[in-house]
């Protein structure tokens, strides 16, 4: 069974700053990965998805995947009170369909 | 395009009842996945619908079945109601069922069971 590792935070921020947001997988042959953000009393939306080593960049945010070290990360620049949510990673459970194993979260504050 | 609609929003039971709860893809979406969300688990995967084919299934007991229809909307049914089913259950869909593709939650459907 794969498992997705996050830390539950709360990560706080202040306004302006980098929050830096981390997962952890089990399974080296995982191929796909996840940033879903969900706002309290709201559903999953999904914010970045990365398939290859490296970073990749989508406005203000970035993630990061090292397969090698089964670790990926998503960095927010210029944190906004708006981006206060938790933010939860996700990978394929298997290579064929579209069911995902969730960590159970981050939640990020940012203050102003 | 309209989003992914659950219905209904919100639900009480008592132990024993069954449920059955409904999810509407976007349109032209094919694939259909069912998810319970806790405070204590998170997010966990209950079953996959690709095609009117069960395609995965998740670590639940046999209590939490579903099912998806030719026009692709599908419902999931709990019998025999438990306080421990008490969460949100969020539908998503996507379009073509390949594991990088997006996928779109629904509102959820809170179920309470008393």
């Known amino acids: 069974q794969k498992e997705v590792e996050q830390n539950s935070g709360p990560l706080s921020v202040p306004e302006g700053a980098i929050a830096s947001l981390n997962c952890t997988y089990s399974d080296r042959v995982s191929q796909s990965f996840f940033w879903y953000r969900q706002y309290s009393g709201k559903s999953p939306e999904l914010i970045m998805s990365?398939?290859?080593?490296g970073d990749k960049e989508d406005g203000r945010f970035t993630a990061q995947l090292n397969k090698a070290s089964q670790y990926v990360s998503l960095l927010i620049r210029d944190s906004q009170p708006s981006d206060s949510a938790t933010y939860l990673c996700?990978?394929?459970?298997?290579?064929?369909?579209?069911?995902?194993?969730f960590g159970k979260g981050t939640t990020l504050s940012v203050s102003s | 395009k309209a989003g992914v609609t659950q219905t209904p929003r919100y639900l009480i039971k008592t132990r024993g009842q069954q449920v059955t709860l409904s999810c509407s893809p976007i349109?032209?979406?094919?694939?259909v996945s069912w998810y319970q969300q806790t405070p204590g688990q998170g997010l966990q995967f209950l079953f996959e619908y690709f095609s009117e084919t069960q395609r995965n299934k998740g670590n639940f007991p046999g209590r939490f079945s579903g099912r998806q229809f030719s026009n692709s909307r599908s419902e999931m049914n709990v019998s025999t109601l438990e306080l421990g089913d008490s969460a949100l259950y969020l539908c998503?869909?996507?379009?073509?069922?390949?594991?990088?593709?997006?996928?779109?939650f629904g509102p959820g459907t809170r179920l309470t069971v008393l």
């Open positions: 990365i398939y290859s080593n």
């Open positions: 998503a869909s996507s379009s073509d069922g390949y594991s990088t593709d997006t996928q779109y």
């Open positions: 996700a990978v394929p459970a298997n290579q064929a369909g579209t069911a995902l194993i």
């Open positions: 349109s032209g979406h094919r694939s």
